[in-house]
């Protein structure tokens, strides 16, 4: 079933994101994730889209062997960076006749080294463009990014609110959230976005932390709160505690989120499905996610 079905289907989905590897190990690791992943019954896996270079081309051969082979529902991250329309055009022709039917739509990041986001001459300086051009003329569904303390470049939240609402006003029909870690900035932004005709579903990209070093990066890459509470309790253990006590803060802040009426959540698994998976059996446990005991099939090497 596409994403779009499911997160209108009254309850919430769990999914999983990955990236395509760069090197002969990561890709060996990554199949043993893909089959520790399929083992809990994704409703959909998502695979990003590489800031340039040779992976890029890899996402959608990623997300066909996903679909294919493991009969888990997909989605291909898709970026403006560095293409033209054709070039789009193309990539999205792929995914359609490989019998993909979901697409997160981004603009991207400036490639390392350029301070601002400069468009292809002949491509989109901005996501919701590039979703106005898959609503024109692909039968995909959807997604686009949120953030819910602000993107990095906008020049207030409200305004990035009002392009989140272009974004759904030019075709996006649903939406995942950069990583947080303060439930309550996503609330009050929730209420903000309501408040201006944001409807479509709102996913919470979830980061299970792993080590006290990630925190200083996440502020970094993403000007995310890192609340002070969360900081004491990953420091209060012994440092091999610290991934342990990640995955028990990523399950309470996903159990708040459910509780209150978040559509789907989103693990950012980073490759790794240790965290991801543990995340997975407590909120089953606490009786969030239905148990379904489909048997897995074997990703092929
Ligand atoms: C869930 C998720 C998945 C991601 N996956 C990937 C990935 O696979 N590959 C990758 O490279 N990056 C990925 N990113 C990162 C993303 O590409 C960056 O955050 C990028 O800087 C912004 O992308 P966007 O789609 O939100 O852009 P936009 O929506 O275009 O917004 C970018 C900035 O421009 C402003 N803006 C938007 N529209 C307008 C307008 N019309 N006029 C003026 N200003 C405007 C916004 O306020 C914002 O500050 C992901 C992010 C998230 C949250």
Not at 33 to 59: F, H
Not at 97 to 108: E, F, H, P, T
Request: aromatic content about 8%; glycine content about 8%.
């Amino acid at each position: 079933m596409p994403i779009l079905d499911k997160l209108l289907n009254g309850t919430p989905t769990l999914s999983y994101e990955l990236f395509p590897p760069k090197n002969t190990g990561g890709w060996a690791t990554l199949y043993t994730t893909m089959a520790e992943i399929s083992r809990l019954s994704p409703d959909y896996i998502s695979v990003t889209y590489g800031a340039g270079g040779s992976t890029r081309s890899k996402t959608v051969d990623l997300v066909s062997r996903i679909q294919d082979e493991l009969g888990i529902e997909t989605m291909a991250h898709l970026t403006c960076v560095g293409h033209s329309r054709d070039e789009l055009r193309d990539i999205l022709q792929t995914l359609v006749k490989s019998g993909i039917r979901n697409v997160l739509a981004l603009r991207g990041d400036p490639p390392k080294g350029d301070k601002a986001f400069k468009p292809h001459p002949d491509g989109f300086a901005h996501a919701s463009d590039l979703i106005g051009f898959i609503k024109g003329n692909f039968p995909l569904q959807i997604g686009c990014a949120y953030y819910p303390e602000k993107h990095m470049e906008a020049v207030s939240l409200e305004a990035d609110i009002d392009f989140l609402k272009l974004k759904q006003d030019n075709g996006a029909q649903f939406t995942i959230s950069q990583l947080f870690f303060d439930n309550g900035s996503f609330y009050r932004f929730r209420d903000k976005c309501a408040a201006k005709g944001v409807t479509m579903p709102f996913v919470a990209g979830i980061m299970p932390v792993l080590t006290l070093g990630q925190l200083t990066r996440f502020k970094e890459l993403s000007g995310c709160i890192i609340p002070d509470s969360m900081v004491a309790f990953l420091s209060a253990g012994k440092p091999e505690e610290v991934t342990q006590r990640g995955v028990e803060f990523a399950t309470t802040q996903c159990q708040d989120l459910l509780k209150n009426g978040i559509a789907g959540i989103h693990l950012y698994s980073l490759n790794q499905s240790q965290s991801s998976s543990r995340i997975t059996e407590n909120l089953r446990k606490l009786g969030h996610f239905p148990v379904t005991p489909e048997a897995p099939k074997a990703a092929k090497a």
